[in-house]
């Protein structure tokens, strides 16, 4: 069964940098799509970015977009998340998560969909502050 476990996160000023990853045990990410999400105190769960299995496709939110880059490392079975350019709005609990590439299509903003994924991390806390 697929494992997933983040690391990276931490406190960095605003402007600052910060690259989280997300290791899987049990299985190979060559079978899944990986997106991030995070979560914020009193605010609703945000999909921040997601990279395909097969052709390695990227997405992100509008909020990040530029400013993070997700990547992934087949033979470390890690995907990464780069994250430049912090600001203060990007204080959050990030989760990795794995969709199956046998589950629903990944296209347009269908990575957003949570419940398309079936493994999550436990969170690694990220706090932007001065």
């Given at each position: ?81 780069q994250m430049n350019s912090l600001k ?43």
């Amino acid at each position: 069964q697929l494992q997933l476990v983040e690391s990276g996160g931490g406190l960095v000023q605003p402007g600052g940098s910060l690259r989280l990853s997300c290791a899987a045990s049990g299985s190979s990410l060559d079978y899944y799509s990986i997106g991030w999400f995070r979560q914020a105190p009193g605010k609703e769960d945000e999909g921040v970015s997601c990279i395909s299995n097969d052709d390695g496709s990227t997405y992100y939110a509008d909020s990040v977009k530029g400013r993070f880059t997700i990547s992934r490392d087949t033979a470390k079975n890690t995907v990464y998340l780069q994250m430049n350019s912090l600001k203060p709005e990007d204080t959050a609990v990030y989760y990795c998560a794995a969709r199956s590439a046998f589950g629903p299509p990944l296209f347009g903003s269908s990575w957003r969909v949570k419940n398309d994924y079936e493994s999550w991390g436990q969170g690694t806390q990220v706090t932007v502050s001065s």
